[in-house]
């Protein structure tokens, strides 16, 4: 049985959760899946009113009775220094031994692309050290994308080599990588430098599929790959130690400006649903939550960031509608 500890968190993570807890809770009992769903109060509101983040007896909790983490956002203006949000996110990702950071980028319509001529479908996952770390942790981020790519029949694997920004001697990036490569005679393996592959995901996304790197040219592929396919607010994270715990995340962050309006859009941490289940090893439950999101798309089931006129409590009712309902149907049980 998964067992989910739930951070809303602050700002629209608030807003955004309860429809991920939604969808995931139709979809469960839709195919049959039992989980255990825990809500932690971890945010700014109780270090504003406790001044506590998290502590260790916390971190033990988490890393001994859950299997994952789905957070909404931290970050509040009332908290200056977000102090809080630190604690609670390094907090995990060192007790929970977090050293692979997945963002997945998959453009659901070309319409969301902003580069129009794009009609192809664009599919970018990229795998980054969550820290800069020694050659041990290089490895296992390396290993984690080659077996993803293995397990998903992903034909390449690219480095994303930042050598001319932050090499220094004896950096093991290439050198594992052609290691750990050499393991997967099936893959194709090659190495760009960064700046070629910001040009080359603007000019021919197509010509990559698995992107592994480190923290910081990471973050800048990442962050340009979801606004290629659809905007941050459409697009998942995770923090994962594949095969133990997960840490799931849409990418936004917690839009103060928005928040409590009920305009956030759910999408992002609806997607993080998915992610999970594939983590869990329920790769066709995650498939379905992708395709129920890819048909409010379609269908202009959207919030307004997406230029629809729903809010974000309707539009995570409709997704759970959806993903029931498609669950009934593959099943011959709906009524």
Same mark, same amino acid.
């Given at each position: 049985m998964p067992r989910i500890a739930l951070i809303p968190g602050d700002g629209i993570g608030t807003e955004v959760v309860p429809q991920a807890r939604r969808?995931? +809770?139709?979809?469960?009992?839709?195919?049959?899946?039992?989980l255990r769903l825990t809500e932690w109060d971890l945010g700014a509101e109780r270090w504003l009113r406790d001044g506590v983040a998290i502590t260790d007896g916390e971190l033990d909790v988490f890393?001994?009775?859950?299997?994952?983490?789905?957070?909404?956002?931290?970050?509040?203006?009332?908290?200056?220094?977000? +102090?809080?949000?630190r604690a609670i996110l390094l907090g995990l990702r060192s007790r929970l031994d977090l050293y692979v950071s997945?963002?997945?980028?998959?453009?659901?319509?070309? +319409?969301?692309?902003?580069?129009?001529?794009?009609?192809?479908?664009?599919?970018?996952?990229?795998f980054r050290d969550?820290?800069?770390?020694?050659?041990?942790?290089?490895?296992?981020?390396?290993?984690?994308?080659?077996?993803?790519a293995r397990a998903k029949g992903r034909p390449r694997v690219t480095l994303v080599d930042d050598a001319d920004v932050?090499?220094?001697?004896?950096?093991?990036w290439p050198r594992v990588f052609d290691e750990v490569g050499s393991e997967y005679p099936e893959i194709e393996r090659d190495a760009v430098h960064v700046d070629a592959v910001v040009r080359d995901l603007v000019r021919r996304p197509e010509r990559f599929a698995v992107l592994v790197t480190s923290s910081l040219s990471g973050i800048?592929?990442?962050?340009?790959?979801?606004?290629?396919?659809?905007?941050?607010?459409l697009a998942p994270g995770a923090d994962i130690h594949p095969g133990r715990h997960g840490l799931f995340a849409p990418v936004h962050g917690p839009e103060p400006d928005i928040a409590g309006m009920g305009r956030a859009n759910p999408f992002g941490a609806v997607r993080c649903v998915a992610l999970m289940l594939d983590h869990f090893g329920h790769p066709a439950a995650g498939e379905r939550v992708e395709r129920a999101v890819a048909a409010a798309i379609a269908e202009g089931k959207t919030t307004?960031?997406?230029?629809?006129?729903?809010?974000?409590?309707?539009?995570?009712?409709?997704?759970?509608?959806?993903?029931?309902?498609?669950?009934?149907?593959?099943?011959?049980?709906?009524?």
């Amino acid at each position: 049985m998964p067992r989910i500890a739930l951070i809303p968190g602050d700002g629209i993570g608030t807003e955004v959760v309860p429809q991920a807890r939604r969808v995931l +809770e139709a979809l469960a009992g839709a195919v049959g899946l039992d989980l255990r769903l825990t809500e932690w109060d971890l945010g700014a509101e109780r270090w504003l009113r406790d001044g506590v983040a998290i502590t260790d007896g916390e971190l033990d909790v988490f890393a001994r009775d859950h299997d994952a983490v789905l957070l909404g956002a931290l970050g509040d203006p009332r908290v200056p220094g977000n +102090e809080h949000a630190r604690a609670i996110l390094l907090g995990l990702r060192s007790r929970l031994d977090l050293y692979v950071s997945f963002r997945p980028c998959v453009l659901l319509a070309p +319409e969301l692309c902003p580069l129009k001529r794009f009609k192809v479908p664009v599919r970018l996952e990229i795998f980054r050290d969550s820290a800069v770390g020694p050659q041990a942790r290089v490895e296992r981020t390396v290993r984690a994308a080659f077996g993803f790519a293995r397990a998903k029949g992903r034909p390449r694997v690219t480095l994303v080599d930042d050598a001319d920004v932050t090499r220094q001697a004896g950096d093991p990036w290439p050198r594992v990588f052609d290691e750990v490569g050499s393991e997967y005679p099936e893959i194709e393996r090659d190495a760009v430098h960064v700046d070629a592959v910001v040009r080359d995901l603007v000019r021919r996304p197509e010509r990559f599929a698995v992107l592994v790197t480190s923290s910081l040219s990471g973050i800048i592929v990442s962050d340009l790959a979801a606004e290629l396919t659809g905007g941050l607010g459409l697009a998942p994270g995770a923090d994962i130690h594949p095969g133990r715990h997960g840490l799931f995340a849409p990418v936004h962050g917690p839009e103060p400006d928005i928040a409590g309006m009920g305009r956030a859009n759910p999408f992002g941490a609806v997607r993080c649903v998915a992610l999970m289940l594939d983590h869990f090893g329920h790769p066709a439950a995650g498939e379905r939550v992708e395709r129920a999101v890819a048909a409010a798309i379609a269908e202009g089931k959207t919030t307004p960031d997406m230029g629809g006129s729903f809010s974000t409590e309707i539009v995570g009712r409709w997704l759970a509608e959806r993903v029931a309902g498609d669950a009934a149907d593959e099943n011959g049980t709906r009524p």
